[in-house]
């Protein structure tokens, strides 16, 4: 598997990666099959509200809400896929920038990890509880209870993520490689936002990775 260590700013990395596969598979047990009937529900709800335009349907408050909730739901899924695949890995490759030591990179890769370790640990319980609370509370609502299935997504989620930090820091044997492409992100971050896209396109076509530009855009701080 092969995951890349991103600048982000000042001092700053994220752990990147473009597995082929972007779900769990099968092998998430309850979970996977959790998330698979979550991406059912996002999918109804969206080829309704691919409807509606035609039909004449003029979007009320509560269909903007019910979009802007799949389409958080989407975005964040996008996001855990590193973590979900690495559940399934025995060997990984960092890539890092090459004006960086390799061991300094798997340093930070791992203190990543033990981060979201952490932060998985904690939602997953959180979000649990949201399920016990708005499930019952949201049963009589008529069509597919959003609400509901947005909270048992992300208390599966976590549970994946979790046990894929937990992987990646105890059972993944780790090798580092330097790489100029990661080492010219850094260069262009300081860059005006115009010429800076440009160049990241182009750092992305370089490393093959469709969607590292706009990965990078959404780290940096704002006002960036």
């Given at each position: 598997m092969d995951v890349f260590l991103v600048p982000a700013g000042e001092g700053r990395y994220e752990l990147?990666?473009?597995?082929?596969?972007?779900?769990?598979?099968?092998?998430?047990?309850?979970p996977g099959r959790?998330?698979?009937?979550?991406?059912?529900?996002?999918?109804?709800?969206?080829?309704?509200?691919?409807?509606?335009?035609?039909?004449?349907?003029?979007?009320?408050?509560?269909?903007?809400a019910k979009a802007g909730l799949v389409r958080g739901l989407a975005e964040w899924v996008a996001e855990q896929r590193l973590l979900w695949h690495l559940r399934h890995q025995d060997a990984a490759v960092l890539s890092h920038p090459a004006d960086?030591?390799?061991?300094?990179?798997?340093?930070?890769?791992?203190?990543?990890?033990?981060?979201?370790?952490?932060?998985?640990?904690?939602?997953?319980?959180?979000?649990?509880?949201?399920?016990?609370?708005?499930?019952?509370?949201?049963?009589?609502?008529?069509?597919?209870?959003?609400i509901s299935w947005y909270f048992v997504a992300k208390m599966a989620g976590h549970w994946l993520a979790f046990r894929g930090a937990r992987r990646g820091l105890t059972a993944v044997e780790?090798?580092?490689?330097?790489?100029?492409?990661?080492?010219?992100?850094?260069?262009?971050?300081?860059?005006?936002p115009a010429e800076r896209r440009g160049r990241l396109r182009a750092i992305a076509d370089q490393l093959q990775l469709e969607h590292l530009s706009r990965f990078v855009e959404r780290t940096l701080p704002e006002g960036c």
């Open positions: 990147y990666c473009e597995p082929r596969e972007v779900e769990p598979r099968d092998r998430g047990g309850l959790l998330l698979r009937r979550v991406r059912e529900v996002m999918a109804a709800e969206q080829a309704e509200r691919d409807q509606a335009p035609k039909a004449g349907v003029k979007e009320g408050w509560l269909a903007r960086l030591a390799s061991d300094r990179a798997l340093s930070i890769a791992k203190g990543t990890l033990r981060k979201e370790l952490d932060h998985h640990r904690v939602w997953m319980v959180i979000d649990g509880l949201a399920v016990v609370v708005f499930g019952p509370l949201f049963f009589f609502v008529p069509g597919p209870n959003l780790w090798s580092a490689r330097a790489s100029e492409p990661l080492r010219e992100v850094r260069q262009v971050l300081s860059l005006p």
